[in-house]
């Protein structure tokens, strides 16, 4: 079963705040960009009338106002969700295969990052701070599973997790299939900045070690 991200700490507090600032700035940029409109709004009304003087309404003949449908309004929250679920899906037939580092832990690393990334995940240089167990998921359930998992490692600031996806010896002819599947969807998560199967002491073939987006590698 998933290792649920510990529970609300500084990290969450101090998150919680830098969203509530950014919010109050996006709040008083708006008032005063509504400021500013109304007044220039009422310079030009004066400007206008000024300009037009003293005037006297025309009389119009009586008429029937036809009611004017309101428009359906634009689905900004469901463009905003698909577009959501477009950034986060994962999938399986990604070919990933030229992205993965072809010795014998078949690691990974984001473009730009140099080697020693993966020399320091694969000695240990940061601490696990998670995990998530796939021991037993069905392939559906594990794809979700993980997307989930890092998402809210994220959130928690973590840099460092732990996949285990196990060695598949019980799965059909010990086939390790989520072995694989797990690195194809590693490689399309922008979060990840790199993984290495975890050393023999630590799980081995069965174990990948991942490092997450942080403040600096």
Not at 34 to 53: I, M, P, Q, T, Y
Not at 60 to 70: C, F, M
Request: proline share 5%; with cysteine; net charge positive.
């Amino acid at each position: 079963m998933a290792t649920k991200p510990g529970r609300k700490s500084l990290a969450d507090l101090k998150s919680l705040k830098q969203e509530l600032e950014e919010q109050r700035r996006v709040d008083e940029a708006r008032a005063r960009e509504a400021a500013r409109a109304a007044e220039e709004a009422r310079k030009a009304a004066a400007e206008f009338r000024s300009l037009v003087g003293a005037v006297k309404p025309l009389k119009l003949a009586p008429r029937v106002e036809k009611p004017v449908a309101a428009p359906a309004p634009f689905p900004f929250k469901r463009w905003e969700d698909d577009q959501q679920v477009l950034r986060e899906s994962i999938s399986d037939e990604y070919g990933a295969d030229w992205l993965i580092e072809t010795d014998e832990t078949l690691s990974y690393r984001r473009q730009g990052l140099g080697h020693d990334v993966v020399r320091k995940l694969r000695r240990g240089q940061w601490t696990i701070q998670s995990q998530l167990d796939l021991h037993g998921y069905r392939v559906d359930e594990a794809r979700e599973a993980l997307a989930e998992f890092l998402r809210g490692c994220v959130k928690m600031e973590f840099r460092c997790v732990r996949v285990i996806h196990g060695k598949g010896l019980g799965s059909v002819n010990r086939t390790p299939v989520l072995k694989e599947k797990v690195r194809r969807w590693l490689v399309q998560k922008e979060e990840v900045l790199a993984f290495v199967e975890a050393p023999p002491n630590d799980g081995g073939a069965g174990v990948v070690l991942v490092l997450l987006k942080g403040a600096r590698v």
